[in-house]
């Protein structure tokens, strides 16, 4: 059984840096990508990027200049840090499981809601 | 990037009835990279297709998948309570992975 579990800090001022981790439990850490997607409140999900186990990454490119997703292969974990944060970036952020040019988001997170305010 | 359009935006239909989704996308998706995800309020999205018409694993066999190129449809044969939720629309073919803006279904 497949599961992944997020955590984080979910209150943000501007300017500062969003940091969330992403453990997994179960299955092959080897064969697939891991993958973070946030969705603003009441709107869609967006893809902000993914890393292989051997620490490849893939970013949206609208968000690259900020985003750093990095991998602990050891723990089975991977992280997402996105500086500069602004009310913009207020979402719930998911971590997943699939890869691109190969498998859709079977598994996800249970979703951290992370809001910018002052 | 890959721009997904799905429509409509709101679906209304009774428990029973048929519910046809359509996602249409601006460039043709690569060997049917395309799925289609199921969420509810509060929770995170759910797989139900992958490559277009493959069901993932413990999906009902209610919903379908079709579609090749630009044009694709999920279809949930009757409607179940539990299925009056948002169903997106996602593309990854390659990068940047996109999803579309989503479709309702709700209690008519």
């Known amino acids: 059984q497949v599961q992944l579990q997020q955590w984080g800090a979910g209150l943000l001022k501007p300017s500062e840096t969003l940091s969330l981790t992403c453990a997994v439990y179960g299955g092959s850490f080897s064969v697939y990508h891991w993958t973070w997607i946030r969705q603003p409140p009441g709107k869609g999900l967006e893809w902000i990027g993914e890393?292989?186990?051997?620490?490849?990454?893939t970013y949206n490119s609208s968000l690259e200049s900020r985003v750093t997703i990095s991998v602990d292969t050891s723990k089975k974990q991977f992280s997402l840090k996105l500086t500069s944060v602004t009310a913009a970036d207020t979402a719930v952020y998911y971590c997943?499981?699939?890869?691109?040019?190969?498998?859709?988001?079977?598994?996800w997170g249970q979703g951290t809601l992370v809001a910018v305010s002052s | 990037e890959i721009v997904l359009t799905q429509s409509p935006g709101t679906l209304s239909l009774s428990p029973g009835e048929r519910a046809t989704l359509s996602c249409k996308t601006s460039?043709?998706?690569?060997?049917?990279?395309l799925a289609w995800y199921q969420q509810k309020p509060g929770q995170a999205p759910r797989l139900l297709i992958y490559?277009?018409?493959n069901r993932a694993t413990g999906i009902p066999d209610r919903f379908s998948g079709s579609g090749s190129g630009t044009d694709f449809t999920l279809t949930i044969s009757r409607l179940e309570p539990e299925d009056f939720a948002v169903y997106y629309c996602?593309?990854?073919?390659?990068?940047?992975?996109?999803f579309g803006g989503g479709t309702k279904v709700e209690i008519k």
């Open positions: 996602q593309h990854y073919g390659s990068s940047p992975l996109t």
């Open positions: 890393i292989s186990h051997s620490g490849t990454t």
């Open positions: 460039q043709g998706i690569i060997s049917g990279y």
């Open positions: 490559g277009a018409s």
């Open positions: 997943a499981r699939g890869k691109t040019g190969d498998y859709a988001h079977d598994y």
